[in-house]
Every structure is written in structure tokens, then in C-alpha cells.
């Protein structure tokens, strides 16, 4: 029998998401009145130097210091719920250890093999 890459890959971000992701709830600006719909996603954030002047840049100095934010949620539990996800919805980490940030969705980027649905967020 071949190796099915497609099927490891895909038991491996399921045992990611399931060690990593945090509680947190979706609501739909679409509709505002429903009830929150409780996921789990993980929050990748890091910090990015810009800038135009790439003498300062390649010492550690940067005109901009701008955020990348990203949420991943994982596609069954997408389906699961009954949601469809949506530029301007929110997702927020209900943990207070984080204290409980509300990350806008903002791009939806583009699939990079199964299970993980990744949106570009703001906060």
C-alpha cells in the first residue's frame, strides 16, 4: 500500500490544532443578534520590521514596525458548526491569559494542503 502524504499531513495538524488551539468565539457581522458560535483556532503574531531605507533596515532599525496576525482554524470544525466565515467577522481568544483580544477576519489566504483554514486578522 503507498503512503498517503495527503492523510499524514493531515493527522498532524489535526494533533497540532487539537495540543495548540485556544477556546475562542465566532460572531458574524452579518448577523449581529446570533449567538456567538464557540471554535478553537490558534493566533500566530509576530512583529515585522519595514521600511525604505535599507541601510537602517539591515542594522535592526525599520521605519514601520508592523504586526502580522493570523488566525488558523481547522476546516471540519468550520463545517461542523454550520459557519461560513467572512471578511469583518470576529474571532475572540476567550482566554483570559490573552486578555481576550477580538481579531477582525480580514483576508482569507490561500489553502496550503488539508484541515487548516488560515485568515490574515487585525486587531
Known amino acids: 500500500m503507498a503512503y498517503d502524504a495527503a492523510a499524514g499531513k493531515s493527522l ?5 490544532h487539537n495540543t495548540f488551539s ?16 464557540a471554535l478553537r483556532v490558534r493566533w500566530h ?16 532599525y ?3 514596525i508592523e504586526g502580522v496576525d493570523h488566525v488558523i482554524l481547522n476546516a471540519d470544525e468550520i463545517v461542523a ?8 467577522d470576529t ?9 481576550e483580544p477580538v481579531l477582525i477576519l480580514q483576508t482569507r489566504l490561500p489553502s496550503n ?9 487585525s486587531q
Do not use: M
Open 12 to 16: 498532524v495538524r489535526a494533533i497540532v
Open 22 to 37: 485556544l477556546d475562542a468565539l465566532y460572531r458574524s457581522v452579518s448577523d449581529p443578534e446570533a449567538e456567538p458560535t
Open 45 to 60: 503574531n509576530k512583529v515585522t520590521p519595514r521600511g525604505d531605507h535599507g541601510d537602517l533596515l539591515d542594522i535592526g
Open 62 to 64: 525599520a521605519d514601520v
Open 81 to 88: 458548526a454550520g459557519i461560513t466565515l467572512r471578511g469583518g
Open 91 to 99: 474571532v475572540t481568544i476567550v482566554s483570559p491569559r490573552f486578555n
Open 113 to 121: 494542503g488539508p484541515q487548516e483554514v488560515i485568515w490574515r486578522v
